[in-house]
């Protein structure tokens, strides 16, 4: 009787999960996406406003400036808890998290582009600088790949379906988040 081997890299099915088990494999997923989303819709707002050169409706320059700078700053914020508090870990049993790895280093790619957005914004604010539509989505684009990206991979990373692989529940309920 020939027995076929199975690869070694080739990974066993995982049982199928209750929904109660789901949902908490998924908690850390859904929270992060609910973070993401406000950054993609503040993003998609300030992109837009770039490609059809006009400012939302009823926001000031003075308004459409600050949305930018709040946008770097709560990012830069988002970052900094993820790698001081959470990363650290799920690094322990994930490697993704782990510093030497992608996601950091989106991180530290998005935030050379956050710098560089930060800068234009506030000299546009404090009068040094004229806002130009056409500027600001090239500083845009030099980094919105990277941060889409990286917003889809943390996310992706965190879904129950990953998540289950290297935690337990009662493990993926103690992560603070």
Same mark, same amino acid.
């Given at each position: ?9 080739? #990974? ?8 109660h088990?789901? %949902? ?12 993401? /989303? ?5 993003? /998609? ?32 914020v988002?970052?900094?808890? !993820? ?14 998290? *782990? +510093? #030497?790895? #992608?996601? =950091?280093?989106?991180? +530290? ?22 806002? %130009?539509?056409?500027? =600001? +989505? !090239? ?7 990277? =941060?889409?990206q990286?917003?889809?991979? !943390? ?8 998540? *289950? ?5 009662? !493990?993926? %309920?103690?992560?603070?988040?």
């Amino acid at each position: 009787m020939d027995v076929e081997k199975v690869p070694e890299s080739a #990974e066993a099915p995982l049982p199928k999960l209750s929904a109660h088990d789901f %949902r908490q494999y998924n908690r850390l997923a859904e929270h992060m996406d609910f973070f993401h /989303n406000n950054f993609r819709r503040t993003w /998609n707002t300030m992109y837009t406003a770039c490609t059809s050169n006009k400012r939302p409706a009823g926001l000031s320059i003075r308004q459409f400036l600050a949305l930018g700078l709040d946008f770097c700053h709560h990012l830069e914020v988002h970052h900094g808890i !993820e790698e001081q508090h959470i990363f650290p870990v799920l690094a322990k049993k994930m490697p993704a998290f *782990r +510093k #030497e790895l #992608e996601l =950091l280093t989106q991180h +530290k790619q998005i935030h050379k582009g956050l710098d560089k957005l930060e800068t234009y914004l506030e000299q546009c604010k404090s009068g040094d600088r004229e806002l %130009r539509m056409e500027e =600001l +989505k !090239e500083i845009m684009d030099g980094f919105g790949q990277v =941060l889409w990206q990286h917003l889809d991979d !943390e996310v992706n990373q965190l879904r129950a379906d990953n998540m *289950r692989k290297y935690w337990t529940v009662d !493990e993926v %309920r103690r992560i603070p988040m």
